[in-house]
Nanobody, 127 residues
Framework: QMQLVESGGGSVPAGGSLRLSCAAS??????????MGWFRQAPGKEREFVAH????????KYTASVKDRFSISKDNNARTVYLQMNSLKVEDTAVYFC??????????????????WGQGTQVTVSS
């Protein structure tokens, strides 16, 4: 069974940048088999979709609040997915989760479409 491990979280001032990584290990298939997504969950709030990237990397989708600030990418050979976060805002503070889905990108906006999740990495943005 594939496992996902996120890293790269931390504390930054508003306007700063972070790059999250999600390393996959195990399982029978490489990342090219999956739609990969990033979600986040702030204290007291539900987990929300942030971004996803299709199996071949050709389709990338973002929630409106991060579009033009965040960028998702992946390296199938390295089995790693990235989330570059620029111009961070206080409201971006959350635990960020990486997840894998065998569903197509058209249904990958919902957490229910994802079957494998990482443990999360904390991102804290201060004013």
């Amino acid at each position: 069974q594939m496992q996902l491990v996120e890293s790269g979280g931390g504390s930054v001032p508003a306007g700063g940048s972070l790059r999250l990584s999600c390393a996959a290990s195990g399982g029978s298939y490489g990342l090219s088999y999956y739609t990969m997504g990033w979600f986040r969950q702030a204290p007291g709030k539900e987990r929300e979709f942030v971004a996803h990237i299709s199996w071949n990397g050709n389709i990338k989708k973002y929630t409106a609040s991060v579009k033009d600030r965040f960028s998702i990418s992946k390296d199938n050979n390295a089995r790693t997915v990235y989330l570059q976060m620029n111009s961070l805002k206080v409201e971006d503070t959350a635990v960020y989760f990486c997840a894998a889905s065998v569903s197509g990108s058209e249904s990958a906006f919902s957490s229910a479409a994802y079957t494998t999740w990482g443990q999360g990495t904390q991102v804290t943005v201060s004013s």
